[in-house]
């Protein structure tokens, strides 16, 4: 006998877990299936996000960092290491322990919100009295019924036609969160957020990091002042960044990788390495749905093809995340989830692309919401710039971490917010405020009229609301 449900979400990543538990807390009975499965052959929920994303990248940016201020900088606060080492193992066990919390979390959580899980793959059989016939093919293969259905199957790493991923020395995100040992030479290939966080984990460490972009920018999407200042900070941490490449033959061997590519001036070079991580970008994941025979609908990249609200040309049934257009971020995902489950239960939800935010978690963070300096020129918008250096900052002295600054940009007629820009410590959690402050059409003036704690980094966002108006206080 087949279960029936008024929702079945396919993926339990951040788009669906979420999803489902928001539609479960509006009343409908609310299934949610996913593939994902752990070593020892029980579900992993949480997708990419949680088992080889944002969470275990977090973890391993931690690790390293607490492994580079032990070894560059307590001494300035008194504190001796003698025979300072880092135990590779040691820290990939906290991180995989870390990546198990919250996959516990959320099969919790979906017992605590009446959330049917099935372990196993979702994919459409086809069109059933009362909905959709969905077919779970796991340990004990089911099929359900659903009224409507929300496809959250998320995306997967794009590889090099010329270098499959073995994940042993050509690595996605995958391998790239589980090098056993610090290789001694570090290839990467892209400088997106994937490569720039990997590449400071294992260059925090001790590898000798070389990155090769095909772009002639660094950070294109990053306004212009901030991605000059991360490269200057970047190249100076030892990071080796080579712009404007041309990747060539790539071959990997027992004991390394040697890429050939051509440098920014054509010359022909060649890199070889221990690891080689391949991070230009991901792909919408849709195998295994069996999407084409049922008729949705995909664009030429293989995202699902979805309206404003994530309505996809099927009826009942919707897409959101990584595998439908917009950025690939989980937080976008989450809030698409929420809205599309408010829509189903007759609800206005809402998802505002413009006040998306950003972080990129190097050392020092960036963080941005809104425009770029460089989208309002070419606009044509009349702006002004407001910019506070965390060097005047004192919280940010005694922290000892004063690189980057803080960047307003505002309307030059209305003072409204139009974009903030921060690259320095703790940048991933000062632009919260910015996102508030563009969410309620606040005007720069509104922030620097806000008294914010001292001493604080956030003095720093409020000083470059100041500098719009040229009146900063400090500096
Ligand atoms: P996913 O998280 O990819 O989840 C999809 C799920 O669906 C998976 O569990 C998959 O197994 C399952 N699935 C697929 N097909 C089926 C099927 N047919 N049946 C059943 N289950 C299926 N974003 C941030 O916002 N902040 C970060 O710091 C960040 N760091 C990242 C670091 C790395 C290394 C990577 C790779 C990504 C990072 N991201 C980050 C991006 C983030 O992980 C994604 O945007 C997010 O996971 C997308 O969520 P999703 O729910 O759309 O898809
Ligand atoms: P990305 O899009 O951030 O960067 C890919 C880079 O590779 C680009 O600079 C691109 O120009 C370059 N590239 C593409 N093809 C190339 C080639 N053939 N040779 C050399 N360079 C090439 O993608 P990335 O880093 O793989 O990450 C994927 C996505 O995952 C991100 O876009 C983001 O959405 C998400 N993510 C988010 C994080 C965060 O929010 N902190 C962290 C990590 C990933």
Same mark, same amino acid.
């Given at each position: 006998? *087949?279960? *029936?449900?008024?929702?079945?979400?396919?993926?339990?990543?951040?788009?669906?877990?979420?999803?489902?538990?928001?539609?479960?807390?509006?009343?409908?009975? @609310?299934?949610?299936?996913?593939?994902?499965?752990?070593?020892?052959?029980?579900?992993?929920?949480?997708?990419?996000?949680?088992?080889?994303?944002?969470?275990? *990248?977090?973890?391993?940016?931690?690790?390293?960092?607490?492994?580079?201020?032990?070894?560059?900088?307590?001494?300035?606060?008194?504190?001796?290491?003698?025979?300072?080492?880092?135990?590779?193992?040691?820290?990939?066990?906290?991180?995989?322990?870390?990546?198990?919390?919250?996959?516990?979390?959320?099969?919790?959580?979906?017992?605590?919100?009446?959330?049917?899980?099935?372990?196993? /793959?979702? *994919?459409?059989?086809?069109?059933?009295?009362?909905?959709?016939?969905?077919?779970?093919?796991?340990?004990?293969?089911?099929?359900?019924?659903?009224?409507?259905?929300?496809?959250? @199957?998320?995306?997967?790493?794009?590889?090099?036609?010329?270098?499959?991923?073995?994940?042993?020395?050509?690595?996605?995100?995958?391998?790239?969160?589980?090098?056993?040992?610090?290789?001694?030479?570090?290839?990467?290939?892209?400088?997106?957020?994937?490569?720039?966080?990997?590449?400071?984990?294992?260059?925090?460490?001790? +590898?000798?990091?070389?990155?090769?972009?095909?772009?002639?920018?660094?950070?294109?999407?990053?306004?212009?002042?901030? +991605?000059?200042?991360?490269?200057?900070?970047? /190249?100076?941490?030892?990071?080796?960044?080579?712009?404007?490449?041309?990747?060539?033959?790539?071959?990997?061997?027992?004991?390394?990788?040697?890429?050939?590519?051509?440098? &920014?001036?054509?010359?022909?070079?060649?890199?070889?390495?221990?690891?080689?991580?391949?991070? %230009?970008?991901?792909?919408?994941?849709?195998?295994?749905?069996?999407?084409?025979? =049922?008729?949705?609908?995909?664009?030429?990249?293989?995202?699902?093809?979805?309206?404003?609200?994530?309505?996809?040309?099927?009826?009942?049934?919707?897409? =959101?995340?990584?595998?439908?257009?917009?950025?690939?971020?989980?937080?976008? &995902?989450?809030?698409?989830?929420?809205?599309?489950?408010?829509?189903?239960?007759?609800?206005?939800?809402?998802?505002?692309?413009? @006040?998306?935010?950003?972080?990129?978690? @190097?050392?020092?963070?960036?963080?941005?919401?809104?425009?770029?300096?460089?989208?309002?020129?070419?606009?044509?918008?009349?702006?002004?710039?407001?910019?506070?250096?965390?060097?005047?900052?004192?919280? +940010?002295?005694?922290?000892?971490?004063?690189?980057?600054?803080?960047?307003?940009?505002?309307?030059?007629? /209305?003072?409204?917010?139009?974009?903030?820009?921060?690259?320095?410590?703790? +940048?991933?959690?000062?632009?919260?405020?910015?996102?508030? &402050?563009?969410?309620?059409?606040?005007?720069?003036?509104?922030?620097?009229? %806000?008294?914010? &704690?001292?001493?604080?980094?956030?003095?720093? =966002?409020?000083?470059?609301?100041?500098?719009?108006?040229?009146?900063?206080?400090?500096?």
């Amino acid at each position: 006998m *087949s279960q *029936s449900f008024d929702v079945v979400v396919i993926g339990a990543g951040p788009g669906g877990y979420i999803a489902a538990i928001r539609a479960a807390q509006l009343g409908l009975k @609310t299934a949610c299936i996913d593939a994902w499965t752990n070593a020892q052959g029980g579900p992993a929920p949480g997708g990419t996000c949680t088992n080889v994303g944002c969470i275990p *990248s977090k973890a391993l940016l931690q690790s390293s960092e607490n492994f580079e201020q032990a070894g560059h900088h307590f001494a300035e606060h008194g504190i001796g290491i003698k025979g300072l080492s880092m135990d590779v193992a040691t820290m990939l066990g906290r991180k995989d322990k870390v990546v198990k919390q919250n996959n516990d979390g959320i099969l919790f959580l979906f017992k605590k919100n009446k959330v049917t899980f099935f372990h196993g /793959t979702g *994919s459409f059989k086809g069109q059933a009295e009362g909905g959709w016939e969905i077919a779970v093919d796991g340990a004990k293969p089911e099929t359900l019924i659903a009224k409507q259905v929300i496809v959250a @199957t998320g995306s997967s790493p794009r590889a090099l036609p010329q270098a499959a991923f073995d994940e042993e020395r050509i690595l996605s995100n995958d391998g790239a969160l589980r090098i056993p040992a610090v290789p001694k030479k570090l290839g990467v290939i892209g400088s997106g957020v994937i490569g720039l966080e990997m590449g400071s984990v294992w260059r925090r460490l001790g +590898a000798e990091v070389t990155v090769l972009e095909a772009l002639p920018t660094f950070l294109g999407a990053v306004d212009e002042s901030v +991605a000059k200042e991360a490269l200057k900070l970047f /190249t100076k941490q030892g990071l080796k960044i080579e712009l404007g490449v041309k990747i060539g033959d790539i071959k990997a061997g027992k004991s390394g990788v040697s890429v050939a590519y051509t440098d &920014a001036k054509g010359a022909e070079q060649k890199l070889d390495v221990d690891r080689l991580i391949v991070s %230009i970008g991901r792909v919408p994941h849709t195998t295994g749905l069996n999407a084409e025979a =049922v008729g949705l609908k995909l664009d030429e990249r293989g995202a699902i093809v979805v309206d404003a609200d994530c309505r996809t040309n099927l009826p009942g049934v919707w897409a =959101v995340g990584d595998v439908v257009r917009g950025p690939m971020l989980a937080h976008k &995902a989450e809030e698409e989830g929420v809205a599309v489950a408010e829509r189903i239960a007759g609800q206005h939800g809402h998802v505002n692309f413009d @006040t998306i935010p950003w972080v990129i978690y @190097t050392s020092p963070e960036i963080a941005w919401v809104g425009k770029t300096e460089q989208q309002l020129k070419a606009e044509g918008r009349a702006y002004k710039a407001g910019q506070f250096p965390f060097m005047a900052n004192g919280r +940010a002295r005694a922290l000892g971490d004063t690189s980057g600054f803080v960047k307003f940009l505002a309307d030059a007629q /209305t003072d409204e917010i139009l974009g903030v820009h921060i690259i320095g410590p703790y +940048a991933s959690e000062l632009i919260a405020e910015s996102v508030v &402050a563009m969410e309620f059409k606040a005007s720069s003036e509104d922030i620097a009229r %806000i008294c914010h &704690a001292h001493p604080s980094l956030s003095e720093s =966002v409020k000083e470059a609301a100041l500098a719009v108006d040229k009146r900063t206080l400090n500096f």
